[in-house]
């Protein structure tokens, strides 16, 4: 049925503006009947920041913006969704048009600007479906107009810290303008210390809420070795590596689409991605765990990603262009690999070959 549904479905979306068929797979998702995905095999099961997932593999950040369809999306195969950016206060995004698909890349640009329907319409959808089970996000962004961007994160940990399996802290975006600021060490360090006071203040009514940071794969070393040195002094739960990138690598073909400005995410992503999560994996040493996301368009890119230190990852621009069918093609390759080298899970793989990745020549 995924597969019938992706050969009807994805002619008609990408004849259509990128935001326009984004809004239609959502709507498709609210409506269509889809079947549930088949149970997932036990060894594709992962315990991570203290939370029980059925697969790794998870929707990032970006497609269900306002909490409209996570449990469609859990039913279809997903092991977790992370809905957002969410921001305080509804806002509308940068002006249209603000995405970009460079088909011939297999990537996308987008430039959306934190659009979102605000913290009140998406507290009231995740606390309607609080008893629904299943391992469901939120990521959390500053309105573009806030006095105090910090400010705005610690009342979204405080609101959602009780309906959300785990928050994450989206200060990568490279949208909103001086946003990506906020990863420089002295106000990482301010920001990382009032959130975590936050989730801390509220988890005897709340209960424990993983708290994770999403950082931006356009980091320098030295300025990674900052960031992953608070995260750590501060006690997060984990990290996401990463956000979109705005370097464009030179092989892309889409040459006048990849002028639009915006951040660079899908297949082009890839290796900037991995080497900035095997950096990360080696300097976290084992403290927490690690997402990773970016470029993730088959079970080989995702099993490279958990070998470079994920023990989870994210999908999304893969799903543009692959389809819904994508979910299974990975899950298929895991267990091939699984079986392949007598190996009894996933967790196996995590890390495995970060050092390698690291010894690489810097990605193009």
Not at 90 to 107: I, K, M, S, T, Y
Not at 116 to 124: I, K, P, Y
Not at 142 to 161: C, G, P, S
Not at 220 to 234: E, K, N, T, W
Request: hydrophobic share 45%; glycine share 10%.
């Amino acid at each position: 049925m995924i597969g019938l549904f992706d050969r009807l479905a994805r002619p008609f979306l990408h004849a259509l503006d990128p935001e326009d068929a984004h809004r239609f797979a959502v709507r498709m998702l609210k409506l269509a009947p889809l079947p549930a995905a088949a149970p997932d095999d036990k060894r594709l099961a992962m315990r991570v920041f203290g939370l029980n997932f059925r697969n790794p593999i998870g929707i990032a950040a970006g497609f269900d913006k306002n909490a409209e369809v996570p449990d469609a999306l859990l039913r279809i195969g997903f092991g977790f969704v992370e809905v957002g950016t969410i921001t305080p206060l509804p806002q509308e995004g940068n002006p249209r048009p603000r995405v970009f698909r460079l088909d011939a890349d297999h990537g996308v640009i987008n430039r959306l600007g934190f659009n979102s329907e605000g913290a009140d319409t998406v507290l009231r959808r995740l606390a309607a479906r609080a008893q629904s089970g299943g391992v469901v996000g939120i990521n959390v962004g500053a309105n573009k107009n806030t006095l105090d961007r910090i400010a705005d994160y610690v009342q979204l940990i405080e609101r959602f810290a009780s309906v959300a399996s785990y928050v994450t802290v989206n200060i990568s975006s490279p949208n909103t303008p001086g946003l990506r600021n906020m990863q420089q060490a002295a106000v990482l360090d301010d920001l990382l210390a009032r959130v975590i006071d936050a989730r801390e203040r509220v988890a005897p009514n709340a209960g424990p809420t993983p708290v994770l940071l999403k950082i931006a794969p356009d980091l320098s070393l030295p300025d990674l070795d900052d960031v992953v040195g608070i995260a750590r002094s501060r006690r997060v739960d984990g990290m996401i590596v990463g956000n979109t990138t705005l370097s464009r690598p030179p092989r892309l073909r889409e040459g006048d689409k990849a002028k639009e400005a915006g951040g660079l995410s899908g297949r082009p992503l890839f290796e900037l991605s991995n080497r900035i999560l095997a950096e990360t994996y080696v300097r976290v040493e084992d403290v927490f765990p690690l997402i990773g996301a970016g470029g993730i368009d088959s079970g080989t890119a995702a099993l490279a990603k958990i070998r470079a230190g994920a023990s989870l990852i994210q999908l999304y621009s893969g799903l543009i262009f692959r389809g819904l069918g994508l979910i299974a093609d990975i899950k298929t390759a895991l267990l091939a690999a699984l079986d392949n080298d007598s190996k009894p899970s996933l967790a196996d793989y995590v890390g495995a070959d970060a050092a390698s990745v690291t010894a690489e020549p810097w990605p193009d």
